[in-house]
């Protein structure tokens, strides 16, 4: 049996068609975007396509980096929006553009000011004190510089490197679609609880008292007060969803790192694209709360 999906990118169009609508003509758009985009030089645009399959990755792809995650915070900007904020250490290029030393990565996502919670739901979240594999865009972006669901976490199960991705499957390899994760959850997807409980109560079975029998012929049945009766017994048991620890076999067709990017330069190199160039380290596309000027067509 295969467990596990294939990460298809289900941000997909999100960046591309989750923009300010409502523009009347080529003028209006161009005021628009102006006004929509953040404070200084906001020359030199490139917008994102949509992640149809393996090589809208790789044409889009800045650099295959790993790093620490050393701590999460969070920031609000009226324009920028909610935004959590990934602070790497220890950051390091392994395909494409050279990146060194510490960065911050600023995902969408956090606390509001009226205390409400805002994230895009299909961004993958992180665990701070842990090592990940990230791909980053080479075009500008508006919810997170990481390419769709390309975070894994690296986890050591059976004496080898297992790149864990947001869902908890292990990455077995690279198809034409899509980097591949065939394996069963290994972990529970980030962001969901850990080791949770829940509090189940039961009656135990009573003691089996036989009936006898009256002069009468009539049974003869002891009636038990309410006071006897057993006490209904309550404890804690574990979630049942929960993955058991993976084993050496679970992760006998993984791949690593080293093999995973092997695998990514392969496929630029097949469509004639070298990972590189372009990085924007803030997002310069349209405010998060800007509000088209006319409403939507019928």
């Known amino acids: 049996m295969i467990y596990g999906k294939a990460l298809g990118f289900r941000l997909n169009d999100a960046i591309t068609t989750l923009l300010i609508a409502g523009c ?18 906001t020359t030199g645009i490139v917008r994102p396509r949509a992640l149809n399959d393996l090589s809208s990755v790789v044409s889009q792809l800045n650099a295959i980096v790993q790093a620490d995650v050393r701590d999460i915070s969070t920031a609000f900007d009226r324009c920028e929006g909610p935004r959590t904020v990934l602070h790497l250490r220890n950051v390091r290029s392994l395909l494409g553009h050279p990146h060194a ?10 606390p509001l000011p009226d205390g409400r919670y805002a994230r895009a739901s299909e961004s993958p979240r ?16 508006r919810f997170s510089p990481v390419i769709a669901d390309l975070a894994f976490r690296l986890e050591p199960v059976a004496r080898r490197e297992v ?24 972990f529970l997807p980030q962001g969901l609880p850990g080791v949770g409980s829940v509090r ?17 012929g009539s049974p003869r049945c002891p009636r038990l007060p309410v006071d006897s009766q057993p006490p209904r017994e309550t404890f804690v048991a574990a979630d049942p969803f929960i993955p058991r620890p993976p084993s050496a ?10 093999e995973l990017v092997r695998k990514i330069d392969s496929a630029a190199t ?7 160039g372009y990085f924007a380290s803030r997002s310069r596309l349209e405010c998060w709360d800007v509000v088209p000027s006319t409403g939507a067509r019928k």
């Not at 030393?101 to 956090?110: A, N, T, W």
């Open 200 to 216: 189940v109560a039961r009656t135990p079975e009573t003691q089996f008292v036989p009936c006898g029998m009256n002069s009468d």
């Open 249 to 258: 076999e679970d992760v006998i067709n993984t791949i690593d790192s080293k």
């Open 24 to 41: 009347a003509g080529l003028m209006a758009c161009q005021g628009r975007e102006r006004t929509a985009r953040f404070p200084g030089d």
């Open 101 to 110: 030393g510490d960065m911050e990565l600023r995902v969408f996502g956090g």
């Open 163 to 186: 790149l864990v991705s947001p869902d908890g499957h292990g990455v077995t390899g690279v198809s034409a679609l899509a980097v591949e994760t065939q394996t069963r959850m290994l």
């Open 126 to 141: 992180y665990v701070a004190g842990r090592r990940y594999l990230l791909f980053l865009f080479n075009t500008d972006w």
């Open 270 to 276: 097949a469509i004639g694209v070298k990972p590189g």
